[in-house]
């Protein structure tokens, strides 16, 4: 199964279409699917959107299957709604879909694929009641009013903040952001209090806070260039490229291997049969201990 990561505007519908495959690559059609469920998960509030766990999705709960294996399933507004994020918010949504399938052999095989989708949150006050920031505890903010000020000095943060001086509000929700995004690069990768104390971590925040701070009102970006090298690190960060001085936390990793007389090196990982390390990996066809 291939399937892009995607983005949809909160309470939106959409559609997810794909073809399921055998452990070879090839197409099932849809005499030899067995079962076909999908699974949407909030990935920052770890919360099971709109009852899709291990739902059933063969021709039934907005799926449904082509006789050559096309399968078709419509996102409804309730897989798109708001879990309580920020107004302009992205929110990373994890869509597992299984199915399972009898080979020549009798034997049963089970595929799944994972990718994301993320959720535009609205920016109508209207839409979501003035909605505001969840309160991160401050042990686990990866940056701060202070820091921020060092940064865009006192008086800038006032200037850009003057249509609601005396109101918290805004800068908690800079710090939230800030503190999302880089979670959105690096959860479950590093203990969040680890990268909550590390330097690094909340020097890529604060800029990631600076360049929200000067674009409010539609002003002008003046941090452009320190948020984009921060994403850039960040992501360099997530794939292992650069190592920002944090553990790494544990984590468990399937691969599937087989050996495939037509390659020169025969040793090759299955993609579609293994797990990923972090979240949008490609994984390669070939085992990495043979490279």
Same mark, same amino acid.
Do not use: C, M, W
């Given at each position: 199964m291939s399937v892009e990561d995607w983005t949809i505007d909160e309470g939106e519908s959409g559609s997810i279409t794909a073809s399921v495959q055998d452990k070879n690559g090839n197409a099932l059609v849809k005499a030899n699917i067995g079962s076909?469920?999908?699974?949407?998960?909030?990935?920052?509030?770890?919360?099971?959107?709109?009852?899709?766990?291990?739902?059933?999705?063969?021709?039934?709960?907005?799926?449904? +299957?082509?006789? /050559?294996? =096309? %399968?078709?399933?419509? #996102?409804?507004?309730?897989? @798109?709604?708001? *879990?309580g994020s920020p107004r302009g918010f992205l929110e990373e949504r994890q869509?597992?879909?299984e199915w399972t399938w009898t080979d020549l052999d009798f034997q049963l095989n089970t595929g799944r694929h994972v990718f994301e989708i993320y959720i535009r949150t609205s920016t109508d006050?209207?839409?979501?009641?003035?909605?505001?920031?969840?309160?991160?505890p401050v042990g686990n903010q990866?940056?701060?009013?202070?820091?921020?000020?060092?940064?865009?000095s006192i008086e800038g943060v006032d200037n850009?903040?003057?249509? +609601?001086?005396? /109101?918290? =509000? %805004?800068?908690?929700? #800079?710090?939230?952001?800030? @503190?999302?995004? *880089?979670?959105?690069?690096?959860r479950g990768r590093f203990d969040q209090s680890d990268m909550a104390s590390s330097y690094w971590v909340r020097m890529k925040a604060t800029y990631i806070a600076c360049y929200y701070l000067s674009i409010r009102q539609g002003n002008p970006s003046l941090y452009g260039e320190l948020y984009n090298e921060a994403m850039l690190d960040l992501a360099q960060a997530r794939d292992g490229l650069i190592n920002p001085g944090l553990r790494t936390t544990a984590r468990c990793v399937v691969q599937t291997p087989m050996l495939d007389s037509r390659f020169f090196n025969p040793a090759r990982v299955l993609p579609n049969r293994s797990t990923k390390i972090y979240s949008g990996q490609r994984l390669p066809y070939r085992l990495g201990i043979y490279e």
């Open positions: 076909l469920n999908i699974t949407i998960l909030d990935v920052r509030s770890n919360t099971i959107i709109n009852n899709r766990n291990a739902q059933n999705i063969l021709d039934a709960n907005n799926g449904s +299957v082509d006789t /050559d294996g =096309t %399968v078709t399933f419509k #996102l409804q507004p309730e897989d @798109t709604i708001n *879990v869509v597992t879909i006050n209207a839409s979501d009641s003035g909605a505001t920031a969840p309160a991160i990866f940056t701060s009013l202070s820091e921020i000020q060092r940064v865009f850009h903040s003057e249509d +609601v001086l005396g /109101d918290s =509000t %805004v800068i908690n929700e #800079l710090i939230y952001r800030a @503190t999302e995004t *880089v979670l959105q690069f690096l």
